[in-house]
């Protein structure tokens, strides 16, 4: 069990997890799960880590087959400029590794933004806090589960 799935269970969600054997060769973590999974892209959300005005950390949660748009999570969060976060410092707060960071289960309570796509899908796939598992679970689940904001962030 990781700490998402520990996290999920506390809150009396429903989900399902998804095991697949991840390559480590493979370019793009997210677009692998889509494909070893069989399930469309636009269901698979990736989670990153971005620096508010060089200091406040924020988790943005978007789609795979998008770009973050900084300028628009800077925004969200009402700073000024977002650039994203150093990756050891990304595995030190939320003590996931890159490739497995999931947007639930953080060391450290994060503001969250989930791109305002998710809110029409039924589910979504998001990192279930290692490299080859997802959870599959209802937006408004997930922004129950991260005290996430919708907003639109992908450039």
């Known amino acids: ?3 998402a799935i520990n996290t999920l269970k506390k809150y009396n ?3 399902k997890t998804h095991q697949y054997e991840h390559d480590p060769k493979h370019p793009s973590y997210g677009l692998e799960a889509a494909e070893k999974l069989a399930v469309d892209p636009a269901w698979v959300f990736k989670t990153l880590v971005a620096k508010i005005d060089n200091k406040q950390l924020v988790v943005a949660i978007l789609p795979v087959e998008h770009s973050l748009c900084l300028k628009s999570l800077a925004n969200a969060y009402g700073g000024k400029r977002a650039e994203m976060a150093d990756k050891n410092e990304v ?7 890159l490739g497995g ?3 639930v289960g953080q060391k450290k309570s994060l503001p969250t933004f989930i791109d305002a796509n998710a809110e029409n899908l039924a589910t979504m796939f998001v990192s279930a806090g290692k490299r080859g598992l997802e959870v599959e679970l209802a937006p408004g689940d ?3 589960a991260t005290n ?5 962030i992908i450039a």
């Open 1 to 3: 069990m990781t700490p």
């Open 101 to 103: 960071v999931s947007p």
């Open 13 to 15: 969600i429903t989900f």
């Open 142 to 144: 997930l922004k129950i």
């Open 148 to 152: 996430a904001v919708f907003c639109p």
């Open 91 to 97: 595995q030190r707060v939320t003590g996931y590794v």
